[in-house]
C-alpha cells in the first residue's frame, strides 16, 4: 500500500510511504482500491484544521511512530476489491472520503441498497457525512463520464449550498453586499452562483489577487471584483463576508475598513493557511469576536435534514450540484496526474497556492 502523509505542523512538508498491507481483513469488513480522488485548497483547510476539528483522526498515517505525520482527506472513488461482508459485494463501485493512498479497509454499517456508512471504532465520533460512501450501481441517472467533476466539486458545493441557504434562512442578516475572500476558490464560485440564480440576493463582491481578477471577473457571477491590493475600493455599506482564506491580515484590513457596518463574518476555509497562524488561533480569534462565526457545514446538513427530511434535502442539493457541475464545465480544466509519486510534487504546489484556480486536480491512482 502507498500513502501520501503531511507533516501535522507543517503542511509544506510530505512524504509516500509503502508497504505490505498488512492488516488483516476481518469477517464484515471490505478492502476498497481507491481509484482516483481529486485535490483542491478545501483540502487544504482539512490539513490546517486537522487538529482543531479532528480530519486527522479518518485515516491514521502508516509508519508514524510519533504521531507527527497525518493524511489529508480526499474525496473520491473505489472499487470493492475485497468483500467479507454479505451486503457487500466485489466488484462494485463506491464514492466517498478516502486518505491520499491506493486503498481502505472499512466496515460497513447502516447499509442500504444506495449506501453504506464505515463503523470503524475510530470513525464512530466523527460528522456521519464524512462516514458514507455511496454505492454507484444503485444510483439513479448516475453518469460515469462526471466522476471527475463530482469529485472536485461535490464537496466543495454542498458547503456552497449550505452557505447559501443559511444566508437565505438569515435574510442576509439585512446587508446590502456579500463580500467573499478568496473569490477564486472553487467553493466561493460555487457560492457566488448560488447566490446570483436566487431571487433578492444583496450585491455579490469578490475579494481575490490581482493575479486571479481577471478571471473571476470572466466567471461572470460578482458584481464587483476587487484584488487584495485595492481593498481600499470596497463600498462601505453594510456587509456579511464570507471568508474562505483564512488571511488574517485581510479580514482585520476589511473589518476595520467596515467598521460596525461589518455585520457578520463566516469563516469557512484557509485556503492562505500560511497567513491565518495555526487554526486554533484563527478559531479562538472567531470566538472572541461575536460577529465571526465559524461555519461548519456538516452541522448545517444536519440540521436541514432534521428539517427537511433526507428527500428533500436531496431534491435541493442535487438540483444546486447539478447545476453548479454544468457551469463548471465553461471554465474548469481537469489535469490528471497519475499515480501518487507524480502527485507529491503537484500537492506541494497547492499548498503554496501556486495552482491556477480554473484547474481541477485529479489523480488517477490505476495509472500509477
Not at 497525518?70 to 457487500?88: H, L, T
Not at 441517472?141 to 444566508?167: E, G, K
Not at 452541522?299 to 433526507?310: E, L, S, T, V, Y
Request: charged content about 20%; proline content about 3%; some cysteine.
Amino acid at each position: 500500500m502507498k500513502q501520501l502523509q503531511t507533516l501535522k505542523n507543517d503542511l509544506n512538508q510530505s512524504r509516500v510511504v509503502s508497504e505490505q498491507l498488512g492488516e488483516d481483513i476481518q469477517d464484515g469488513e471490505v478492502l476498497l482500491q481507491i481509484e482516483k480522488f481529486s485535490f483542491t485548497s478545501n483540502n487544504i483547510t482539512y490539513g490546517a484544521a486537522g487538529d482543531t476539528i479532528g480530519y486527522w483522526q479518518f485515516f491514521p498515517a502508516t509508519e508514524n511512530s510519533d504521531n507527527s505525520w497525518g493524511c489529508i482527506p480526499v474525496w473520491g472513488f473505489a472499487e470493492v476489491a475485497v468483500s467479507k461482508n454479505d451486503e457487500i459485494e466485489n466488484g462494485e463501485r463506491v464514492f466517498g472520503y478516502f486518505p491520499p493512498a491506493n486503498s481502505l479497509i472499512v466496515k460497513p454499517i447502516k447499509v442500504s441498497s444506495q449506501s453504506f456508512s464505515d463503523g470503524k471504532e475510530h470513525r464512530q465520533e466523527l460528522p456521519p457525512v464524512y462516514n458514507n460512501y455511496i454505492r454507484l450501481n444503485a444510483e439513479k441517472n448516475y453518469d460515469v463520464s462526471m466522476d471527475d467533476i463530482r469529485a472536485l466539486l461535490f464537496p466543495l458545493h454542498i458547503t456552497a449550498f449550505c452557505l447559501c441557504d443559511a444566508l437565505e434562512e438569515q435574510s442576509y442578516e439585512g446587508a446590502s453586499q456579500i463580500i467573499i475572500v478568496s473569490a477564486s476558490s472553487k467553493t466561493a464560485i460555487g457560492l457566488a452562483q448560488g447566490l446570483t440564480e436566487a431571487d433578492g440576493t444583496p450585491k455579490i463582491v469578490g475579494l481575490t489577487s490581482t493575479d486571479n481578477a481577471q478571471f473571476v471577473e470572466s466567471l461572470g457571477c460578482y458584481d464587483v471584483v476587487i484584488s487584495y491590493d485595492d481593498l481600499g475600493n470596497i463600498s462601505n455599506d453594510s456587509s456579511v463576508m464570507v471568508d474562505m482564506s483564512g488571511n488574517q491580515s485581510v479580514l482585520s484590513s476589511v473589518q476595520d475598513s467596515l467598521g460596525e457596518n461589518m455585520l457578520k463574518c463566516l469563516t469557512v476555509g484557509m485556503t492562505h493557511w500560511d497567513k491565518a497562524g495555526t487554526a486554533e488561533e484563527a478559531l479562538a480569534k472567531a470566538e472572541l469576536d461575536q460577529r465571526t462565526e465559524f461555519f461548519f457545514a456538516p452541522a448545517h446538513i444536519q440540521k436541514r435534514n432534521n428539517d427537511w427530511g433526507q428527500e428533500i434535502y436531496n431534491q435541493k442539493t442535487t438540483a444546486f450540484m447539478d447545476a453548479r457541475a454544468k457551469e463548471s464545465l465553461e471554465w474548469m480544466t481537469i489535469k490528471e496526474i497519475s499515480g501518487l509519486d507524480q502527485f507529491e510534487p503537484i500537492y506541494k504546489e497547492v499548498v503554496s497556492g501556486n495552482i491556477n484556480p480554473n484547474e481541477g486536480i485529479i489523480v488517477n491512482l490505476k495509472n500509477g
